[in-house]
């Protein structure tokens, strides 16, 4: 079975939950986390270390539309400079509260793609703070998300708890060679996101040390462009689907031949 996160806030829920869990994790022949990063952070999976082991997410870059000249260049007529992209559902755990704060005030743009349940409250938010370099424009086709990916300056992830488990758009990002901003929360995100390599990892929830990130970037785009470079190679050779689907091979064959978890 694959275990994607932990119970996080419902804590009730987690006491009912657990004794059903507990006896279903028992008996599954092997554990799979979408990263080696979160296996130390989760209490519950340190109780299975010996049938526990990661096996990543990979993405085909060739199943991704490729935006029409039209599209793209409706997108740079809308936002004529660099801008810092989030994409994603905008749920509580996702810490847009903190970008918010983070770039107010600032001269850097943000652009917010998605939709969710924490919408109204971030775009009162930003009514609040009178940000107009915030853009939210809700959920888009696909064609528009991989003509704004390609566009922006870098992709920023500001998620602060563990139920984000591990954060796809910052595989896209890597993808299209963006460099990123992430926070480290113990998830898979410093495993795509390697700090100071891929781009920047900052505390959870500090917005000063965000805006600092954010800066720095921002002020250095041979840094950017060499972070985001870097996290493409690396994007290429580790995160793609081709090694995802490797690996479920071997791993399936190892459990119906009985073989043990390699140490």
Not at 19 to 43: A, C, K, M, Q
Not at 109 to 116: E, K, Q, Y
Request: charged fraction near 20%; aromatic fraction near 10%; include cysteine.
């Amino acid at each position: 079975m694959t275990y994607h996160s932990d119970i996080v806030r419902k804590k009730f829920l987690d006491k009912v939950y657990q004794p059903l869990r507990h006896w279903f994790l028992n008996d599954v022949e092997r554990i799979v986390v979408t990263t080696p990063n979160y296996l130390p952070g989760s209490p519950l999976l340190n109780q299975f270390p010996d049938k526990t082991e990661a096996v990543t997410y990979g993405l085909d870059k060739d199943i991704y539309p490729q935006p029409a000249s039209e599209l793209l260049a409706k997108w740079r007529e809308r936002f004529t400079g660099r801008f810092f992209l989030f994409v994603g559902v905008l749920r509580y755990y996702k810490g847009l509260h903190i970008l918010l704060e983070a770039v107010a005030d600032t001269d850097m743009s943000v652009v917010i793609v998605g939709d969710g349940p924490e919408a109204a409250a971030l775009k009162q938010q930003a009514s609040d703070l009178q940000m107009g370099n915030v853009h939210f424009l809700g959920a888009l086709p696909e064609a528009d998300k991989v003509a704004l990916l390609s566009l922006c300056y870098g992709v920023v992830f500001p998620s602060h708890l563990r139920s984000e488990a591990f954060g796809i758009s910052l595989l896209e990002a890597a993808m299209y060679a963006k460099p990123m901003i992430s926070s480290e929360i113990e998830i898979g995100s410093t495993y795509v996101n390697i700090a100071d390599e891929t781009g920047l990892v900052v505390p959870p929830e500090d917005v000063f040390a965000l805006r600092a990130a954010m800066n720095r970037l921002w002020d250095k785009p041979g840094l950017a462009a060499q972070m985001g470079n870097f996290a493409q190679k690396r994007c290429q050779t580790i995160f793609t689907a081709e090694m995802m689907a490797k690996n479920y091979v071997r791993l399936y064959v190892d459990v119906i031949s009985g073989n043990t978890k390699e140490p």
